[in-house]
């Protein structure tokens, strides 16, 4: 199983722009992708609200690239209430699960209400756990989960008051490692791109791979290269790095 890690450059407001540059990335990988894979998208990288649009496009790329499609997020009004919120297809285009955002970050929480769940899904016989942006940021809610994850989904939508990306990328890959290890899982997150447009503030480009399993130091979280990376989800490597763990006293679980 293989996991699609996205970083396209994106712009505010600019939903057209946005699909047609995650089609161009995913069309670019679709060669190398097979029925197990999985892709993951980007935070809200549309700004239309319509329900079936975005469905629609997240069944598109399902049939482009023949795989599971992570479909980030968009802002959608449900029930009287407008929240973060993302669906996940198979394959095949359908709908096999969705998720919230629990905790929206900054500017965000002037358009947006807290969401009521994150996604714990089983796809091909692993556990992912799907957390939007900052609520990876939050370790209570890993820990409120019902099951162990193998693999932490993060759709994100890096914004940094600073002039310079290297301050939140360090943050968000340091966190990332440290995740891996604490919970012995993978990481994997989706961003915008660095020359993505926003208003006021910056995208960081914080996307890549947190592999606790890797022994090279240097390889412990491999950032997304070119706008889009293709991971290797070794899942052998992964339980013995936790049975490893588990015979010195050392694992979360």
Not at 39 to 64: G, V, W
Not at 182 to 211: M, Q
Request: net charge negative.
């Amino acid at each position: 199983m293989k996991l699609i890690l996205l970083q396209p450059k994106l712009a505010v407001f600019d939903s057209t722009g946005n699909l047609k540059a995650i089609s161009s990335l995913i069309e670019q990988a679709a060669p190398g992708v097979s029925a197990d894979d999985i892709i993951l998208l980007p935070e809200h990288f549309t700004f239309d609200d319509n329900e079936e649009i975005y469905k629609n496009f997240l069944r598109s790329l399902a049939r482009l690239a023949g795989c599971t499609i992570v479909g980030g997020s968009h802002h959608r009004n449900i029930d009287g209430k407008r929240i973060n919120i993302g669906n996940v297809v198979d394959k095949n285009g359908n709908e096999i699960g969705n998720y919230t955002k629990l905790r929206p970050y900054f500017n965000e929480q002037q358009h947006v209400v807290p969401g009521d769940h994150v996604g714990e899904l089983r796809i091909n016989g692993k556990n992912f756990l799907i957390l939007i942006c900052a609520d990876f940021w939050y370790s209570d809610i890993l820990h409120r989960t019902t099951q162990l994850p193998d693999v932490l989904l993060i759709p994100s939508l890096s914004v940094s008051r600073k002039s310079d990306p290297e301050y939140s990328r360090s943050l968000w890959h340091h966190l990332a490692i440290s995740r891996a290890y604490e919970f012995g899982v993978y990481v994997g997150i989706s961003d915008w791109s660095e020359e993505s447009k926003l208003p006021k503030h910056r995208t960081c480009g914080v996307g890549g791979f947190a592999n606790p399993a890797e022994l090279n130091s240097e390889d412990f979280f491999r950032p997304v290269v070119d706008g889009v990376s293709v991971v290797d989800l070794d899942f052998d490597a992964l339980e013995k790095f936790r049975e490893d763990r588990r015979m010195r006293g050392f694992f979360w679980r």
